[in-house]
């Protein structure tokens, strides 16, 4: 099926890795930009203009599918619908899932327009104990921003076991792509919420808090995520005016 997630021919084989990345596969691990890099492709995504009001949106869903994330993957995966629901007032939407789990596990899907198609993908995935792994998610988000433009990323999750430095500079090269992370997280984790407060701050996105099994909330951030993706800010700002999720994300964003 298209978009299904896909294992690497070979571990060792970067590569070929770094190839299903871009259509679909494990994620690689990203080195460190130096300056000419990050010049490099921040002229390669502007050049592409993914915020034209002809463009497709584009918006990476990441999700946090560790082992204390099942109810909410279940949750997300009855929502995402919404999202599709609510970009197609204003345009088009297509969403590539990224995810991580269990030991070093990090996966994405392809680009996907059907909500049905997105549905039946995230139903096969079930969640696995293991550590966070954001960092892999902001790499692929800056990757696919300099290979096909993206205009936003979604992050859902209640924890973060990474370095902070490390995960600011990922950020901030985001930022410099113009792409704005929305951070969703899950719980009143201080940890989790002092590092999603600072990559919302340095992408010029925002960040959120919802309850636990709180579908309602999370309901509104997705269909406002998905707002700005296909619509940008003025969509996002239209919405405000009739929901407090929309109101949460554009009281924040620069």
């Known amino acids: 099926m298209a978009g299904e997630p896909i294992k690497p021919k070979s571990a060792g084989d970067v590569a070929s890795a770094r190839a299903e990345a871009r259509k679909g596969g494990p994620l690689p691990e990203a080195k460190p930009s130096a300056s ?13 203009s993914p915020h034209r009001p002809d463009a497709r949106g584009r918006l990476v869903f990441a999700l946090d599918a560790t082992m204390s994330r099942q109810p909410t993957w279940d949750m997300a995966c009855a929502l995402q619908a919404d999202m599709f629901r609510e970009a ?39 969640c696995r104990g293991g550590n966070t792994q954001i960092g892999k998610v902001l790499s692929e988000a800056r990757r696919e921003a300099v290979a096909s433009g993206v205009r936003a990323m979604v992050f859902v999750g209640d ?11 990922k950020a901030g090269e985001l930022g410099l792509l113009k792409v704005p992370v929305f951070m969703f997280q899950e719980g009143h984790d201080p940890i989790a919420e002092q590092t999603f ?4 701050r340095l992408t010029g996105g925002a960040w959120c808090r919802f309850d636990p099994g709180a579908a309602a909330q999370l309901r509104e951030l997705l269909r406002a995520a998905a707002a700005y993706a296909a619509g940008g800010r003025e969509a996002l700002l239209r919405l405000s005016k009739t929901t407090s999720g929309a109101a949460a994300l554009i009281g924040q964003m620069k």
């Open 36 to 48: 000419e890099d990050i010049a490099a492709f921040v002229a390669k995504a502007r050049a592409m």
């Open 88 to 126: 197609a007032s204003l345009g088009s939407l297509d969403i590539r899932l990224v995810y991580y789990r269990g030991f070093n596990e990090c996966r994405a899907t392809g680009w996907i327009s059907d909500s049905a198609q997105l549905a039946r993908l995230m139903g096969k995935i079930d």
């Open 159 to 169: 924890a973060m076991e990474e370095s902070v430095d490390d995960l600011c500079a």
């Open 197 to 200: 407060r600072e990559i919302a």
